[in-house]
């Protein structure tokens, strides 16, 4: 016994934990630079950039007006691809979000503690996807001012909803996860909220943070009702977050059309749902973390196990990818293994094939600790990984989609003008949200880091001669 | 200190400590010497605090508990009754019934979560009174570093225990700094 905890010994001595705040910043450091972000005046970069994506953002909103004062038919929609560019478009918004409650819930009940770094930022990703998403269904029914049929209410025809429905369960899902996102945010949102109050200098700024934080003091008897309220919100948003791209993938998997009647579709859909949301998280928080110095507080470290996750949530999207040959080689059914020849060989081969390289092969990459750790690289893999998640929707309902089951009734699909912006249009609402949630609210979760700095620890003991004296105690 | 100020009723006295692991050793010293209406406040939730301070678990589990059996019920009423007794649908050949409930379940589970979800949010600023327009502890100047970098330690005086010479010399002798007498608002 004596000997093996000697070698443990020398093994944490060799192998200490890497901290999750580089170079020793102090509590004061963390206030001052994540608060400052919001304090100072807004860099210039951000002004052309949110010029640009509010622009792009300005004529998705027209499109989408377009669409609603003159039909649908100014999509590329028609029997018998039914859905096209709008559900592809949903889902992967859907999914993207899925990072954001993954950081916030599964990470937080697995005690990973270099999610506070992140975590704000991610889910803030998550309530701008999901809008984003949300506006696709709203408008695919054409004559928006009867959505709320979609809700049980009563109405004069006497009419109900049909609750056996997917649909009817992605309605509660989706709307489910919008709110318990929102209520998830707000509340870690609260302590930093108060930070900017004691901080802010005008009366006016005071007054508005003072309301937004509740009169927050960070009192413990608050903070242990807080902290059951965060715990509890992240075991209800765990199953939340699983069930929701479940349910999206229902939408498809109970129909009896070959390529989306599967039951691998569920975990599959979630998988994918969590590598593309990381891929995105990555794309924001990359050039976040260079334009305000955040280097850091979003280090390498923080990197390199997102790009292990991206790898991981890659693999096993692939492998649900070969599952699905096999299944339709295996299955012997012809409709079946026709959906997969004509998917990787059919007419639209070249968005599987971009699906299949930007999902499963370029992840692979990641196995490498040097990619991990260099900027081009990863920026790289996960602009493949957002580029191949939304081919993915594409490959999945477009082209099991256009091949019926009758070849009379065989007709490619093509996007229109309208098709094209309005999703262009989503990306442009999507950034300038998030230009806006950087520049008016604190995007890192400041308490939550302060709260993963080594003198956080009540038993912490400051380095020298007693400090070291300190961690031998705790290795005996 | 003014005359004015003086003639306030005291509201508190605070004390600050340069760590979290010094408020937590004053809070288990605190704890023992029996006082009952007092808090300590730090930018962040210290790990191990409610120990330090004699508190047990949150009751806010239960009440959650509660609003998610109300959201649970109130999916289960709003499935069952349109589509039982308003608008029978029949669907995939299936009558409601016992034997055709699992299509049912998704919109019960996510109404749970749903009203979980804000039984949470709203629970934990009812139990902790917020929201607050004003509180006396925001009269002392310093305490705006709180939720940066300072941690405090406050005794109420309405604890039986509290006197305003007793409580400042015994946070004093625990190691407080800067232990100041707070005043209540009128």
Redesign the interface.
């Known amino acids: 016994m004596a000997e093996s905890d000697a070698s443990m010994t020398t093994f944490v001595e060799r192998m200490p934990r890497p901290p999750l705040v580089w170079n020793n910043h102090s509590m004061a450091w963390i206030s001052d630079r994540i608060a400052g972000i919001v304090e100072n005046k807004a860099p210039r970069w951000w002004w052309v950039s949110i010029a640009i994506t509010a622009s792009v953002a300005g004529f998705g909103t027209f499109c989408i007006f377009y669409l609603l004062f003159t039909g649908v038919g100014v999509w590329g929609n028609n029997i018998p691809v039914g859905w096209a560019w709008g559900i592809t478009n949903f889902v992967f918004w859907i999914g993207i979000g899925h990072a954001g409650t993954l950081i916030s819930a599964i990470l937080h009940l697995c005690r990973q503690k270099w999610r506070t770094s992140i975590n704000r930022a991610a889910e803030a990703m998550t309530l701008f996807a999901v809008m984003c998403a949300g506006i696709f269904p709203a408008i695919h029914v054409g004559r928006i001012w009867m959505i709320w049929f979609v809700a049980p209410v009563p109405n004069p025809n006497w009419i109900w909803p049909n609750f056996r429905s997917p649909l009817m369960w992605d309605v509660f899902a989706v709307s489910t996860y919008f709110t318990v996102s929102v209520l998830f945010w707000y509340l870690g949102l609260v302590p930093d909220l108060a930070t900017m109050r004691d901080r802010a200098k005008g009366n006016v700024a005071r007054a508005v943070y003072w309301v937004l934080s509740f009169g927050w003091r960070g009192g413990n008897r608050q903070w242990r009702h807080f902290d059951m309220a965060y715990l509890v919100l992240a075991g209800i948003s765990t199953p939340l977050v699983l069930s929701v791209h479940s349910t999206v993938s229902f939408d498809f998997a109970t129909s009896v059309l070959p390529g989306w009647h599967t039951t691998i579709f569920p975990p599959y859909f979630v998988a994918g749902a969590i590598f593309g949301g990381f891929a995105m998280v990555l794309t924001l928080m990359l050039p976040a973390r260079s334009l305000y110095k955040l280097h850091d507080v979003f280090t390498w470290d923080h990197i390199d196990v997102m790009c292990k996750l991206l790898l991981f949530t890659g693999s096993i999207v692939g492998y649900a990818y070969v599952m699905e040959w096999f299944v339709a080689f295996y299955g012997a059914n012809p409709f079946e293994r026709f959906a997969f020849l004509n998917r990787y060989f059919g007419p639209y081969w070249w968005a599987s094939w971009s699906m299949f390289g930007c999902n499963v092969i370029m992840p692979q990459l990641m196995w490498v600790r040097a990619f991990r750790r260099n900027w081009a690289i990863v920026y790289f893999v996960s602009m493949c990984a957002n580029a191949g998640m939304w081919f993915e929707r594409f490959v999945i309902f477009v082209i099991s989609l256009h091949r019926d089951f009758l070849p009379s009734a065989w007709r490619m699909y093509y996007p229109t003008w309208v098709d094209v912006f309005t999703f262009v249009g989503t990306i442009g609402i999507f950034v300038t949200l998030f230009l806006l949630f950087i520049r008016f609210l604190p995007m890192v979760a400041m308490s939550e880091v302060k709260s993963v700095l080594p003198e956080a620890d009540p038993h912490y003991h400051p380095p020298g001669p007693a400090g070291e004296e300190a961690v031998k105690e705790v290795q005996v | 200190m003014s005359a004015a100020s003086l003639s306030k009723p005291a509201f508190a006295v605070i004390a600050e400590f340069p760590?979290?692991?010094a408020?937590?050793?004053a809070?288990e010293k605190v704890r023992d010497a029996g006082f009952r209406f007092w808090?300590?406040?730090?930018?962040?939730?210290?790990?191990?605090?409610?120990k330090?301070?004699g508190?047990g678990?949150?009751t806010?589990?239960y009440i959650?508990f509660c609003g998610?059996f109300l959201g649970f019920t109130t999916a289960a009423l709003?499935?069952f009754i349109?589509?039982s007794y308003?608008?029978p649908?029949i669907?995939?050949g299936?009558p409601v019934n016992f034997y055709?409930n699992p299509?049912?379940f998704?919109?019960m589970?996510?109404?749970t979560?749903?009203f979980?979800?804000?039984t949470?949010?709203f629970?934990?600023?009812i139990?902790?009174r917020?929201?607050?327009?004003?509180?006396p502890?925001f009269n002392y100047e310093p305490f705006?570093?709180?939720?940066?970098?300072a941690f405090f330690l406050?005794i109420e005086s309405v604890d039986p225990k509290f006197s305003e010479i007793g409580t400042r010399e015994f946070l004093e002798g625990i190691g407080g700094k800067e232990v100041t007498l707070i005043y209540a608002n009128d």
């Open positions: 760590s979290a692991g408020l937590y050793e809070a808090d300590v406040h730090s930018p962040f939730e210290i790990h191990g605090m409610n330090a301070m508190l678990k949150s806010l589990g959650i998610g709003l499935e349109p589509s308003l608008f649908l669907v995939h299936k055709t299509p049912f998704p919109i589970f996510e109404l979560i749903l979980s979800a804000f949470a949010f629970g934990v600023f139990m902790n917020l929201p607050r327009m004003h509180h502890l705006k570093r709180v939720t940066n970098d406050v």
